[in-house]
């Protein structure tokens, strides 16, 4: 799949549409490098690759963009999900962020508490 391509299946599917198969295909690493493109696989995904697959151990999550845009994304969702002993908890955001943005004060920020 060509950037174009991708992008293209985005704006036809939009957010939910991410397939976790993209991962094992020959032309994902390649994707992975675009910033565009990653951008648009955290919205692809409510993002959730950033915590599951390849790209949870990648350079993704050392983009001060990119975390700010899942950590917006994932607070949309599940912010209000309050089911008695398993409710969201504002520091599960920190599983977005690659200890090198630990300290940046917009994360913080946007989290709510520091690391």
Same mark, same amino acid.
């Given at each position: 799949?060509?950037?174009? $391509?991708?992008? *293209?299946?985005?704006? $036809? ?8 198969? @993209?991962?094992? =295909? *020959? @032309? ?7 910033? %565009? ?7 692809? +995904?409510?993002? =959730? ?22 950590? =917006?994304?994932?607070?949309?969702? @599940? ?7 398993? +409710?969201?908890?504002? $520091? $599960?955001? @920190?599983?977005?962020?690659? %200890? +090198? ?7 913080? +920020? =946007?989290?709510?508490? %520091?690391?």
């Amino acid at each position: 799949m060509t950037k174009d $391509e991708f992008l *293209a299946y985005y704006e $036809e599917h939009g957010a939910g549409a991410y397939d976790d198969a @993209w991962e094992e =295909e *020959a @032309w994902f690493a390649d994707l992975t490098k675009d910033k %565009e493109v990653l951008m648009t696989m955290v919205k692809m +995904s409510d993002a =959730e690759c950033l915590l599951h697959g390849r790209l949870a151990n990648s350079d993704a999550k050392k983009d001060k963009d990119i975390v700010l845009a899942a950590i =917006e994304i994932y607070r949309d969702i @599940w912010g209000d999900y309050d089911q008695g002993d398993d +409710s969201f908890q504002a $520091e $599960e955001l @920190w599983d977005f962020v690659h %200890e +090198s943005l630990r300290k940046d004060p917009d994360i913080i +920020s =946007e989290i709510g508490q %520091e690391f």
